[in-house]
Structure formats: structure tokens, C-alpha cells
């Protein structure tokens, strides 16, 4: 399914989850969390585009479920990354990291006993690219309409894989997709560069093999 005038490679960038063979560290913000609506909505259908934005002070708490302190933390379509993670992927010259904040970790949860104190945390905003899914090629099935504009309907129940249209990659490594702005993906290039200084807290699946099913007992249309 690799498009012949793209040779890019994409991968999405997920939380381990407990088949991986990776450590996995998760945040949640803390109960007095603030969050705001941008107001930011596509200009074709009117709806959000993105949840809704959390705001300073960014308390957090960590769930550790292996025996480390990961580099990267996932949560409700955030992430963070460990300073050494940041500074590394910033020199490097990859793109895609926007904004980072320094988080203030206020508990820690572990479920394996292990030492030592967190590492400092930044939330990143990681930037929306112009790289759009192609629904039809990616096996995306919605009930109701779907908006053309922000590829997304009231309803999604599934995909097989996800492709991006031919031509509409706008160059960035980490980068999260229109049709699928709460997911993260990137190149093959940010892939080995994490893989090389061995950062800890990511599975990086080729995006044509990472698919999900919402109603695994209905019967797919073929
Ligand atoms: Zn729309």
C-alpha cells in the first residue's frame, strides 16, 4: 500500500501497551485541572478540532507500570517527554516538536517497586500537519456524514490501516494528521533517531498495520 510517489515510511507513535516489550508510563493531569475550549473548529463542518486544552500550572501524576521512568508519557491525546528526549530531538534538527512546558509531577504511582525520582517532564505540543489520512485507502468506516474538509464523521467505528493522501506530507517528523489529529505518527527518521539513543515509553507500529476496531462484534463492511 506504499504510495509510489511517496517513499516515506510513517509509523505511529503509541503507548506501550501490556503485549509490548516496552515500559510504559502514563500521566493523567491533576484533579483540579484546567482546561479550555480554543475555539478552534473546521471552517467546512464546525466542529472542534481538537479536545479540549489544558492549562498552567500543569500538575501531573504518573503511573509507572514497569520499573523505570519512561521518555515518553502518554495521556488523553498528550505527551510528554523527558528533558533529555526534548534537548536530544531538538538538536537534532527533527521537526514537528512545537511549544514545550515544564510539567510539575505531583504524584507518582507504581505498580513494581523501583528507586529514584522522576525526571523533569515537558508537555509538547506536536504540530498538526498538512499530511492528510485518505480515508477510502485506510479501510475508515463512520456512521453519518463525513466532512471532506477535517476527514471526520460523528462516528468512527473503524480503520484497517492509515495512509496519507499522495503529496499532502508537509515534511514534518513527528506530526499529528488531519483525519486523525488525536494520533501521532512519524517518519522513519524520528522512529530511528529514538530507537538510537534508546528512549524508553514508545511503540512505533508502520502506520499500515495500525488499524482499530471500536465494535469488534459487528460485522465489518467489506
Ligand atoms: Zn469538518
Not at 42 to 64: A, F
Not at 131 to 146: C, I, K, Q
Not at 166 to 176: K, N, Q, V, Y
Request: proline share 6%; charged share 30%; glycine share 8%.
Amino acid at each position: 500500500m506504499t504510495n509510489a510517489r511517496d517513499p516515506e515510511t510513517f509509523y505511529h507513535v503509541g503507548k506501550p501497551g501490556p503485549d509490548d516489550d516496552e515500559s510504559c508510563t502514563e500521566f493523567e493531569t491533576s484533579d483540579d485541572a484546567q482546561f479550555v475550549d480554543d475555539g478552534v473548529v473546521c471552517p467546512s463542518c464546525r466542529s472542534p478540532l481538537d479536545h479540549l486544552t489544558w492549562v498552567p500550572p500543569y500538575l501531573t501524576e504518573l503511573e509507572c507500570w514497569n520499573r523505570e521512568f519512561t521518555d515518553f508519557v502518554f495521556g488523553f491525546g498528550s505527551l510528554l517527554l523527558s528533558e533529555r528526549s526534548l534537548a536530544a530531538i531538538r538538536s537534532s534538527g527533527l521537526i514537528g516538536i512545537g511549544k514545550a512546558d515544564s510539567v510539575e509531577v505531583i504524584k507518582v504511582r507504581k505498580h513494581k517497586r523501583f528507586q529514584g525520582n522522576p525526571p523533569s517532564y515537558f508537555l509538547v505540543e506536536v504540530v498538526v500537519s498538512k499530511a492528510a489520512v485518505d480515508l477510502e485507502a485506510s479501510g475508515f468506516e463512520h456512521e453519518g456524514n463525513v466532512c471532506l474538509e477535517c476527514r471526520t464523521g460523528q462516528i468512527l467505528k473503524r480503520w484497517k490501516r492509515v495512509v496519507f493522501e499522495s503529496g499532502t506530507w508537509s515534511g514534518e517528523d513527528i506530526f499529528r494528521p488531519i483525519g486523525k489529529r488525536a494520533s501521532f505518527f512519524c517518519t522513519r527518521r524520528f522512529r530511528d533517531f529514538c530507537l538510537e539513543h534508546k528512549f524508553t515509553g514508545a511503540v512505533f507500529l508502520p502506520a499500515e498495520k495500525y488499524n482499530h476496531d471500536f465494535y469488534p462484534n459487528e460485522k465489518p463492511k467489506k
